[in-house]
């Protein structure tokens, strides 16, 4: 490879790197905190209300939350432009912390129908699962009076994957791209046309306008944690864990990663692509507290960047590393 071939690389790695990290905020992100202004948005445009909604206590002192009666919702204006190769917006993802006291009605998360005369796209049915039938519904059951973050990452056309306190919840039936799940300028949450959206507690909403990954997900969390840039997260007020650049980078096809976590732990060295596909685990095992390095052979997969996560208990991190051929 050329002087100059490897400078026009490093220029997309680091314009790459620049556009990722100004994509990890939310869009629109909304708190609930201000019990005067319910409506009032941290990021974005405010909400309207349609029905009756009051403030409540949240999952914390300094995090209120928002009551949204039967009957009920908020309207969202986003202000996503269409994206995902279509006119609507094909890729996007919801967050909403959220809290039920009966399983045994239906509540409804989102529907796209900005005049409210559909079905709902995503529910919380009555046995506690989340999904809707063209995706499917998760294994696992939600119980009431706990809060619960759920993220909602949608790529029409390719994938439409729900995460529930950080961990991936149900891997949905993809849907085509322009179709039921392709946003319009309007959103509106927790409607639904045949009152199958009872009473919900509500922490927080934001919204992405691109689907977050695994990892992305992963490092939100649970509602204990802040949402906001997702590569500041857990940066600060953590000492003794470190991820380090890997180096030689760029690199071809070999490269070493050196980490250091300071008490025993659960430790995942995990790779993923730029669609946020994992591609390869590097370590997964129980790690006593030190420093450590790990070569990666990347002579199988193509030139282009990759992400690489670091997670060890509640720590997270991740890094950018650019493999040229």
Not at 30 to 55: M, P, Q, R, T
Request: net charge negative.
């Amino acid at each position: 490879m050329t002087k100059l071939h490897a400078f026009r690389w490093l220029c997309l790695f680091m314009l790459a790197f620049a556009i990722e990290l100004a994509a990890q905020s939310p869009v629109g992100k909304w708190n609930f905190d201000d019990a005067d202004n319910l409506l009032k948005a941290e990021i974005g445009s405010n909400l309207d209300l349609e029905g009756s909604a009051v403030a409540i206590p949240g999952p914390a002192d300094n995090n209120g939350a928002v009551r949204v009666d039967v009957g009920s919702h908020f309207i969202m204006n986003h202000g996503i432009e269409g994206n995902g190769g279509g006119v609507k917006v094909n890729n996007w993802s919801l967050l909403i912390d959220f809290r039920v006291a009966q399983l045994d009605i239906w509540h409804t998360f989102y529907q796209i129908n900005p005049t409210n005369e559909d079905d709902g796209e995503c529910f919380k049915n009555t046995s506690g699962h989340i999904g809707v039938w063209v995706t499917g519904y998760s294994e696992m059951a939600i119980e009431v009076d706990q809060w619960y973050r759920l993220i909602l990452s949608v790529e029409c056309g390719y994938a439409h994957n729900y995460f529930l306190d950080g961990e991936l919840l149900h891997e949905g039936t993809p849907q085509e791209v322009d179709g039921r799940f392709a946003l319009e300028q309007i959103l509106l949450l927790f409607a639904d046309e045949n009152e199958e959206d009872g009473e919900i507690d509500v922490a927080q909403v934001a919204i992405w306008d691109y689907p977050l990954n695994d990892g992305e997900a992963y490092n939100l969390g649970n509602v204990e944690k802040e949402v906001t840039a997702i590569d500041e997260m857990d940066r600060d007020g953590i000492h003794g864990y470190k991820l380090e650049q890997n180096y030689p980078n760029p690199f071809n096809p070999i490269t070493t990663i050196n980490y250091q976590i300071p008490q025993d732990n659960e430790v995942e060295l995990t790779v993923y692509n730029l669609v946020g596909k994992k591609i390869t685990t590097l370590v997964s095992e129980h790690q006593a507290a030190g420093s450590y390095a790990v070569n990666w052979n990347a002579g199988d997969f193509p030139t282009g960047v990759y992400l690489y996560y670091l997670r060890a208990g509640n720590y997270v991190e991740s890094r950018k590393m650019l493999l040229v051929k």
